[in-house]
């Protein structure tokens, strides 16, 4: 998997001692990197389509809003259980009951993002030198979290639609192999799991005795039916799977911060001792703001999904339309895969030459492929989170970054 920075450790300086070698392991988040230079760019007055970050162009609900403030008002901001507030926590199991999953409130477990939700379950999994299937292309910080907690990432294939393999995942399965993350609808491709793969994942685990890191944290964001499946309502996988989810993406909540693991319950305790040492608690004001987005209106849900089903064809049309690129059609999240390979490969070029080239010379601000894993290169990610306008203008610059390539 490819790591998209060097780590805090990689500069050394004789009056400084080193920090753990174990920090070296960490890798960061190639969009994070994309939107650090456009905004250079941008106050250098230049016009950049911002289509690098997975982050919703609209505010919270105005109910989510109004949960804090009143949490506030009442003075709702001090230590409460590590474990999460009892509504919120019921709320959780309400929604995820919903999907087939039979876990209660008392198997829930509230973090401040579904990020921190991963890394406490990668380390609450992953044995050293043990072996963690993830997906290649996929969200680079699973990669990250598996080397620092001394696991072995090992990458496995998506298949013609994008959504992962079951049968690479199955022939990937050996003695050393302990955990399997997945990410469906998945980060970058928008590729879905169906009923069907699930059930045999739900197999292999069981017969292989493996935990399973499942991050659904795209899972309302679909256009064909109401939710993506989880593996965590199928029998011989329940009972062995860490479920994570979030706030951010489907009720627009990015800087609130909220996420939970939904987990069996024997492993309940360790991972609350897991949060008590992590992060105490997580404020209560934010808590309440999760339980009004999962008790509340679902008005926010439907429209950014026919939104986003509007920018996801045009941006797939517009995309398809230029010579020598391939953009399948992702089944949910709100993020494209084109490949380029064809255009790039006589000029000798990589994906991240191409998309660095998108971005000084075109002003569109893409991430690398290969940023997601080696089987991304070629590739570019493109967020359709952002308006209308800024895809029609990014069409257009990738248009003519596509044409300068032939002259």
Same mark, same amino acid.
């Given at each position: 998997?490819?790591?998209?920075?060097?780590?805090?450790?990689?500069?050394?300086?004789?009056?400084?001692?080193?920090?753990?070698?174990?920090?070296?392991?960490?890798?960061?988040?190639?969009?994070?990197?994309?939107?650090?230079?456009?905004?250079?760019?941008?106050?250098?007055?230049? !016009?950049?389509?911002?289509?690098?970050?997975?982050?919703?162009?609209?505010?919270?609900?105005?109910?989510?809003?109004?949960?804090?403030?009143?949490?506030?008002?009442?003075?709702?901001?001090?230590?409460?259980?590590?474990?999460?507030?009892?509504?919120?926590?019921? %709320?959780?199991?309400?929604?995820?009951? !919903?999907?087939?999953?039979?876990?209660?409130?008392?198997?829930?477990?509230?973090?401040?993002?579904?990020?921190?939700?991963?890394?406490?379950?990668?380390?609450?999994?992953?044995?050293?030198?043990?072996?963690?299937?993830?997906?290649?292309?996929?969200?680079?910080?699973?990669?990250?979290?598996?080397?620092?907690?001394?696991?072995?990432?090992?990458?496995?294939?998506?298949?013609?639609?994008?959504?992962?393999?079951?049968?690479?995942?199955?022939?990937?399965?050996?003695?050393?192999?302990?955990?399997?993350?997945?990410?469906?609808?998945?980060?970058?491709?928008?590729?879905?799991?169906?009923?069907?793969?699930?059930?045999?994942?739900?197999?292999?685990?069981?017969?292989?005795?493996?935990?399973?890191?499942?991050?659904?944290?795209?899972?309302?964001?679909?256009?064909?039916?109401?939710?993506?499946?989880?593996?965590?309502?199928?029998?011989?996988?329940?009972?062995?799977?860490?479920?994570?989810?979030?706030?951010?993406?489907?009720? %627009?909540?990015?800087?609130?911060?909220?996420?939970?693991?939904?987990?069996?319950?024997?492993?309940?305790?360790?991972?609350?001792?897991?949060?008590?040492?992590?992060?105490?608690?997580?404020?209560?004001?934010?808590?309440?703001?999760?339980?009004?987005?999962?008790?509340?209106?679902?008005?926010?849900?439907?429209?950014?999904?026919?939104?986003?089903?509007?920018?996801?064809?045009?941006?797939?049309?517009?995309?398809?339309?230029?010579?020598?690129?391939?953009?399948?059609?992702?089944?949910?999240?709100?993020?494209?895969?084109?490949?380029?390979?064809?255009?790039?490969?006589?000029?000798?070029?990589?994906?991240?030459?191409?998309?660095?080239?998108?971005?000084?010379?075109?002003?569109?601000?893409?991430?690398?492929?290969?940023?997601?894993?080696?089987?991304?290169?070629?590739?570019?990610?493109? !967020?359709?989170?952002?308006?209308?306008?800024?895809?029609?203008?990014?069409?257009?610059?990738?248009?003519?970054?596509?044409?300068?390539?032939?002259?």
């Amino acid at each position: 998997m490819t790591s998209t920075r060097p780590s805090a450790t990689a500069v050394s300086h004789p009056d400084v001692p080193p920090l753990a070698a174990r920090v070296a392991q960490l890798s960061g988040e190639g969009a994070l990197d994309v939107f650090r230079r456009a905004t250079e760019l941008e106050r250098a007055g230049r !016009s950049i389509v911002h289509l690098e970050l997975g982050a919703p162009d609209v505010d919270a609900p105005a109910h989510v809003l109004e949960a804090v403030m009143a949490a506030l008002r009442e003075g709702d901001a001090r230590y409460v259980s590590p474990q999460g507030l009892p509504v919120l926590r019921e %709320a959780i199991a309400d929604d995820v009951r !919903s999907r087939g999953v039979l876990a209660d409130a008392d198997q829930v477990i509230v973090t401040p993002s579904a990020k921190t939700a991963v890394f406490y379950a990668m380390l609450a999994t992953v044995e050293p030198g043990s072996e963690v299937l993830l997906p290649d292309p996929g969200f680079p910080i699973y990669p990250s979290m598996a080397r620092f907690t001394g696991g072995v990432p090992v990458g496995y294939a998506l298949d013609a639609d994008n959504a992962p393999d079951v049968d690479d995942i199955a022939a990937r399965i050996g003695p050393r192999t302990r955990v399997l993350c997945l990410n469906s609808p998945n980060n970058p491709t928008g590729g879905a799991l169906d009923t069907s793969a699930l059930a045999r994942l739900a197999e292999l685990v069981a017969r292989h005795d493996l935990r399973v890191v499942t991050d659904d944290i795209y899972s309302k964001l679909v256009f064909d039916g109401a939710r993506a499946p989880t593996i965590a309502a199928f029998d011989g996988a329940r009972e062995r799977t860490l479920l994570v989810d979030g706030f951010s993406k489907t009720y %627009a909540m990015t800087g609130y911060r909220l996420g939970y693991l939904v987990v069996p319950r024997p492993w309940v305790e360790p991972l609350v001792t897991m949060a008590i040492n992590g992060h105490t608690c997580v404020p209560p004001f934010i808590q309440r703001a999760g339980a009004a987005a999962l008790t509340g209106s679902q008005e926010i849900v439907a429209s950014q999904v026919a939104t986003y089903r509007t920018r996801r064809d045009l941006l797939v049309r517009g995309l398809n339309a230029l010579p020598g690129v391939r953009c399948p059609v992702p089944a949910g999240a709100f993020y494209v895969f084109p490949d380029f390979s064809d255009v790039l490969a006589p000029h000798g070029m990589r994906s991240r030459d191409f998309a660095r080239r998108l971005l000084e010379e075109h002003g569109v601000a893409a991430i690398d492929g290969a940023a997601f894993g080696s089987r991304g290169e070629g590739r570019l990610r493109f !967020s359709f989170a952002s308006a209308q306008a800024d895809l029609d203008a990014a069409i257009a610059r990738v248009g003519e970054a596509v044409a300068g390539l032939a002259h």
